[in-house]
């Protein structure tokens, strides 16, 4: 039985993986999970899997469980997340809170020598080098539970790396695919949120909409793979049935096909190395009527270039790159700036702050807070770009 934490149970990724627990309960046995809001859901959860530990990150829902749990532990702030890595019987974490605050339990998570299955792409974007440094230094299993990276990780482990020329990342194109680019800058966050194939939390959404969500990808996949930006290549292919594909230096490609459910990803990285043992759903090829790739207009999708821009600087761009962009999201989800206004606050950030290459979390943590506090005060200032 192996013993399993989700940070961020009560979002999608999360949600989907209680599916895989419950399809899996000779498998797994759900030890430790956090909530942030909602507790309702949490307390469901106590019931059905007994875990040891939950952590409701909200601190102000201190006290709404009262005493009523004897055989499950319950902790209130974001500090809690640590606590709940490090439950001795927790054998895989699954990262699947959202926004750069995964840093420190993933940490904690590696120094524990726990597996981790991460779906937190902003922790691995900010904090790349760092992270991977831990990897190495305490030998960590990590597994993406990103489709895409989830899907190349498979594809990279059938075929010998010096025969791998390039891999991409296929990208659906999210709500505004086919959307004139002039009416860009007035569509609602109602609109935003309408993905037209998968369904995932908010800001994931609207990252996907100006295919930014794929430019974190890209970072994600070099520090994941360790393929150079040349090799790391964008398509879009508006079915969502393609996730990953790499390019042999004879030139075939090689595809990892399936249905777009996250299931699928969070299955794999919870049993890997063991092959998931049963089908999860039968999707026959001969359904997939239609399979279309195209390359990106980097007109549509100016975060994708500043992604790749990012990535190139290193340090503490890529850092930059994505607090920029979850201070615009948020403030895009409050309704208090246009959607366009979102990759030009990033470039403005890029800009504005200066790349540095610090040796610990604190350099990184500190380039976060700027960049955060930069993005206030752009908005505050109603600069041009708003
Ligand atoms: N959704 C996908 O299909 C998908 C695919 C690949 C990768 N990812 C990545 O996985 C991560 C989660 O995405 P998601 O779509 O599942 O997000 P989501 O649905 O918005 O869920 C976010 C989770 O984080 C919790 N949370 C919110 N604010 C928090 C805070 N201040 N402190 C601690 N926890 C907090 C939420 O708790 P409450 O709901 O209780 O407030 C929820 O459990 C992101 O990094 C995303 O990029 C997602």
Request: hydrophobic share 40%; glycine share 6%; charged share 20%.
């Amino acid at each position: 039985m192996v013993g399993v934490s989700v940070l961020g149970i009560s979002g999608s990724v999360g949600s989907s993986t209680v599916k895989v627990l419950r399809q899996f309960r000779d498998s797994f046995s759900l030890r430790s999970f956090s909530v942030h809001s909602n507790w309702e859901l949490a307390k469901t959860l106590i019931d059905e899997f007994s875990p040891e530990v939950v952590s409701v990150t909200d601190s102000q829902l201190a006290g709404k469980f009262g005493s009523k749990y004897k055989s499950t532990t319950i902790l209130y702030g974001e500090d809690t997340l640590i606590d709940l890595v490090q439950v001795t019987t927790v054998d895989v974490v699954v990262t699947a809170v959202v926004g750069a605050r995964g840093v420190k339990p993933t940490i904690a998570a590696i120094e524990a020598g726990k597996k981790i299955a991460i779906a937190n792409k902003e922790t691995l974007v900010t904090f790349g080098p760092l992270i991977n440094r831990l990897v190495a230094k305490h030998n960590t299993l990590m597994v993406p539970v990103d489709s895409e990276h989830n899907a190349l990780f498979q594809l990279i482990e059938r075929e010998k790396r010096t025969n791998i020329r390039a891999i991409t990342l296929t990208a659906s194109g999210g709500s505004f695919r086919t959307l004139p680019i002039e009416e860009l800058e007035h569509v609602s966050v109602k609109q935003a949120l309408n993905h037209p194939t998968w369904s995932m939390g908010p800001k994931i959404t609207v990252d996907s909409a100006g295919l930014i969500n794929k430019g974190l990808e890209v970072i994600e996949a070099h520090f994941l793979f360790g393929f150079s930006y040349d090799e790391i290549e964008v398509v879009i292919h508006p079915q969502s049935l393609t996730h990953g594909i790499i390019e042999t230096v004879d030139g075939a490609c090689l595809q990892y096909t399936s249905h777009p459910d996250m299931i699928f990803p969070i299955a794999h990285s919870l049993f890997y190395p063991t092959p998931t043992p049963k089908m999860l759903m039968e999707r026959k090829p001969s359904t997939w009527k239609t399979l279309e790739f195209f390359p990106p207009d980097l007109g549509r999708y100016p975060g994708l270039s500043l992604a790749y821009q990012a990535g190139r600087a290193g340090g503490v761009a890529p850092s930059v790159f994505n607090a920029a962009n979850e201070e615009a999201v948020a403030l895009f989800l409050e309704e208090r700036i246009s959607f366009t206004a979102i990759p030009k606050l990033i470039e403005n950030a890029l800009n504005k702050i200066s790349n540095s290459f610090p040796e610990d979390l604190e350099g990184y943590l500190e380039k976060d807070k700027e960049t955060r506090s930069y993005i206030q005060k752009e908005f505050v200032r109603g600069g041009v770009t708003i």
